[in-house]
């Protein structure tokens, strides 16, 4: 069974057909991620069965993402933690006459707008997809007022979503983490109102007054720093690998909810004092809803916090790998059915580098199919094992077909060179199986 059947196993969106046609789907846009969805599927009949499927009124997107969700609740559950990381991203779809999209940061701008829940362990293992709020903004009226649902409702939604999903998982501690646009105090009531079943992380946005007429951040940096914690930052566009040198407070305190009463938070402060010439200082200011009582902790809320980057990663995958933005699909409704699918396959991409990096030892046949992870020794023209390799031998193999050039100093290779190389890959494989299958039937080739 492929890695697709077995991850939409449970899918019902009514009819048969339609699983298969799901199942179907999601194998051919990862065979080809960077392809459009006629070179994706190969063919005139596929292709005009994918614009249907894409274009079923009776499908919804929520449905199509289900069996997912509950194959990454089974992941999760294999985790003493499990960080639900949200964001928003924009869609720019610019140029194209799709109806129901709306204005992006540029009123002239056109497109859309999504906030999926991205779950990772504390060693940024990717789980999955757990929800997503997608929409597109109304243009604002003639006095400059947007009509609409208030949009910092998805954040709080989001807390909502993940607190009915915690007593699936009674032995994983979730932990709702979120960079500054969170930092709403309507957000921290509502988490106490359900009992906190999900602990929250929250960069820090708002320097508030507290009740004692002092700021926020003054007060934490007042008191005396438990400490330093140090770590390598990873090399991103336009910025060099470092090590970051941080000093650390952390203080436990009452914040005025803005209702006349309190919310209880940790607020850390982590402050680069000395960075390198030419380097802007590292400041973070966190939140959080547990307790902070010595610089261990302390440690743990800054790693967990850096964990948020992972969700760049996957919109880098979903917007340069699957070039989405690209899709001509003719209403949001839509590409909504599209984006899902497409959100499944940035996550598998991007599990495969991450799971190549931090467990290489894994067996390769966990993530690979036994003719995808031979093709990727023959294309490297490299004699096969006798036995299943190593999951990160694979990996860099395939990398290798995307434009890696695994040199000493070279590191582990990154999704782009990957999801390069699947595609290469899985073209072979399939070429493979096709030539099995006519060998069966007594056809020469």
């Known amino acids: 069974m492929s890695w697709a059947a077995t991850e939409f196993e449970g899918i019902d969106l009514g009819d048969p057909r339609r699983n298969r046609r799901a199942i179907r789907l999601v194998e051919s846009l990862s065979a080809k991620p960077t392809a459009s969805i006629p070179q994706a599927c190969g063919d005139w009949a596929d292709t005009m069965a994918a614009y249907r499927f894409f274009g079923n009124e009776d499908v919804e997107w929520s449905d199509i993402l289900a069996p997912h969700i509950e194959s990454s609740v089974a992941r999760m559950a294999a985790h003493e933690v499990v960080l ?37 362990s504390t060693s940024r293992e990717p789980l999955g997809v757990l929800d997503a709020w997608m929409w597109a903004r109304e243009l604002r009226d003639a006095d400059g007022n947007r009509p609409g649902q208030k949009e910092s409702l998805r954040w709080i939604e989001g807390y909502e979503r993940l607190a009915e ?16 646009e969170a930092d709403i105090m309507a957000l921290m009531r509502r988490a106490g109102e359900l009992a906190t079943p ?50 650390v407070w952390a203080q436990t305190l009452q914040l005025p909810d803005g209702t006349g009463g309190f919310v209880q938070a940790t607020c850390i402060v982590a402050k680069e004092t000395a960075p ?78 991450r799971l190549g990096r931090s467990c290489p030892d894994l067996d390769a046949q966990l993530m690979f199919e036994p003719d995808e992870w031979k093709a990727a020794y023959i294309l490297n023209k490299q004699k096969l094992p006798d036995k299943p390799p190593k999951l990160n031998e694979v990996v860099r193999l395939v990398a290798r077909l995307g434009g890696f050039l695994a040199r000493t100093g070279d590191g582990e290779p990154g999704v782009k060179t990957i999801w390069l190389g699947m595609q290469r890959i899985i073209d072979f494989a399939a070429g493979v199986r096709f030539s099995r299958e006519l060998q069966a039937q007594g056809t020469c080739v």
């Open 198 to 247: 999900v602990d929250w992380l929250l960069r820090s946005k708002h320097n508030r007054t507290l009740s004692e007429g002092d700021k926020l951040w003054s007060r934490v940096t007042q008191g005396e720093a438990v400490g330093e914690v140090r770590f390598t930052l990873a090399s991103r566009q336009g910025q060099r690998a470092r090590e970051v040198v941080q000093q």
């Open 276 to 353: 390198s010439a030419g380097d802007k200082s590292i400041e973070w200011r966190l939140l959080t809803n547990l307790a902070v009582e010595n610089l261990e902790q302390a440690a743990r809320m800054i790693d967990w916090y850096r964990s948020r980057w992972e969700i760049e990663m996957f919109f880098h995958v979903l917007k340069n790998g699957c070039r989405i933005e690209a899709l001509q699909l003719g209403c949001v409704d839509r590409i909504e059915r599209a984006l899902v699918l497409y959100m499944v396959v940035a996550w598998r991409i991007a599990r495969l580098m």
């Open 84 to 120: 639900c990381i949200q964001d928003t991203t924009e869609l720019d779809f610019n140029g194209q006459t799709a109806s129901g999209l709306g204005p992006l940061s540029y009123e002239a701008q056109r497109g859309m707008y999504v906030h999926p829940t991205y779950a990772v």
């Open 165 to 180: 999903m915690a007593p699936q998982l009674p032995a994983t501690r979730l932990v709702y983490l979120a960079d500054r």
